[in-house]
């Protein structure tokens, strides 16, 4: 029961930093203050009004649409915010009430943030990069935390393997296969798990952006894919399981 509780709490949590994702995803690539003003409609930038602001509820009772100008609200706002409480709760379940907990969700609210908004706009905002990187190096700080040794190694390993990634791939394909942003977002992430770690998530992002990447390749002919999505998966999934898939790995 008391489980139940706590579970439902942070979902509720969850929810609510969800909707200030959304905010990140729309202002950030814009340039626009993260503060002020309060939430507004995407499409007239009227103010919404109290009830108006409830995660996923008020989607729902406004029927999708802006009370004011009638225009279509994204079906991502409600998502993003559902997401996110959802990603949240998946940590709780991983690690129980502890500082490694408060400090993966604020790592998964931001790389669902660098995620999305690299896939609309092809970009990930230094502001988040940035700020991520200095919250997973001050909590390598904590006393049964990384330590700012290996999370400064992550920040240099996580960085420098896309450095050389990208350098490769100019030098072979003479195209940009990846963005300065993509480095960043993997030298954050570093800070939060640390150098060995760090390879890992290099590593699924790779093998699943080559497998999604080729896929949609044979069937639309598109060749450009945005890395930031599948940086974040395997950013998470290091930060969540990393140390069970080394142990594992290194065991056989
Ligand atoms: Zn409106």
Known sequence: MYHFVAAFLVLLLGLVIGSFANTLIHRLPRRLSIVRPGSYC????????????IPVLSFLTLGGRCSHCKEKISPRYPLVELGNALGWLGVFFRFGFSFESVVGCLLFTGLLAAALIDVEHGIIPNGLTVGLLMIGFAASFYPFGLGPLDS????????????????????????????????KLLAAAGAFVGWREVLLAAFIAVVLGAIVGGVRWAVTGERELPFGPFLAVGAMTAYLAGGIILDWYLSL
């Open 152 to 183: 400064l190694l992550g920040v240099l390993v996580g960085g420098g393997l896309l450095l050389i990634f990208a350098l490769l791939g100019k030098l072979i394909f003479k195209r940009e296969a990846m963005g300065g942003g993509d480095l």
């Open 42 to 53: 995407p499409h007239c930038e009227t103010p919404l009004t109290a009830d108006e602001k």
